[in-house]
């Protein structure tokens, strides 16, 4: 079965950076994954259609109006782009989106035909009371209403960045959870300090449809080797 392996370049790049990393990537790359790659939403145009999938990283929740500095589901779509992240655990600090927030972009990204790529994860002090699964509950309590096929990123923030990933069966006890949640098909990705030496375990031992990688994605060779799996 194909998987779905994200790149996640954050706000790093240059558009001579993504050019050379594009072309060295598929210099190194054999699968048949479907690879996207989640790069700032200025070099969404410039990029898309280099037969790789080009994500945006956020999307507004509004339709349009006064709100500076933010990006339309309607505009992405203008711009032919496919996927769109959301929920991130930095965007949800950085820019303090609640989950009914993070709602009302999914269901702008679906009226205009973008799939939504919907990050959740706990914090470390959920997860040292033990409370991981009520934590993600509330989380994806209000995706349940949507009949459609969603992706679902599941990423603990003490593993993003850190160098510590999720234990194997950790990861398999959210999927179960996300799994007998949810009566539609769902996709769940994990994404948390994966790198080459990590990913093939994971991959193995988990039962999940592919990776959201942030760090390690920088380096194309590096992430070709993660995108074979
Ligand atoms: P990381 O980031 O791979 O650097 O831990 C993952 C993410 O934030 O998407």
């Given at each position: 079965m194909s998987k779905t392996i994200v790149a996640n370049f954050k706000m790093n790049g240059s558009s001579e950076f993504i050019k050379n990393w594009i072309f060295e990537f598929k210099q190194n790359h054999k699968s048949k994954n479907n690879i996207i790659l989640a790069i700032p939403h200025i070099y969404l145009s410039e990029f898309n259609g280099f037969d790789l999938n080009v994500a945006a990283q956020n999307v507004s929740s509004?339709?349009?109006?006064?709100?500076?500095?933010q990006i339309s589901a309607k505009m992405l779509q203008d711009t032919q782009i496919k996927y769109c992240i959301i929920g991130h655990s930095e965007s949800r600090k950085y820019l303090n989106e609640s989950n009914a927030e993070i709602m009302e972009k999914f269901n702008e990204l679906i009226q205009y035909e973008i799939t939504p790529i919907v990050c959740i994860g706990e914090p470390q002090e959920v997860r040292t009371n033990n409370d991981t699964i009520g934590y993600l509950k509330s989380q994806v309590s209000?995706?349940?209403?949507?009949r459609r096929k969603i992706i679902f990123a599941y990423e603990p923030i003490w593993a993003i960045g850190t160098g510590e990933h999720a234990e194997n069966d950790d990861i398999n006890e959210v999927v179960d959870f996300l799994r007998s949640e949810f009566d539609q098909e769902i996709e769940i990705l994990y994404g948390g300090s994966i790198n080459v030496e990590n990913c093939d375990d994971l991959h193995e031992k988990t039962d999940i449809n592919g990776l959201l990688v942030g760090?390690?994605?920088?380096?194309p060779k590096e992430f070709a080797k993660i995108a074979a799996l």
């Open positions: 509004k339709k349009d109006g006064p709100y500076t500095s209000s995706f349940k209403s949507f760090g390690a994605s920088l380096n």
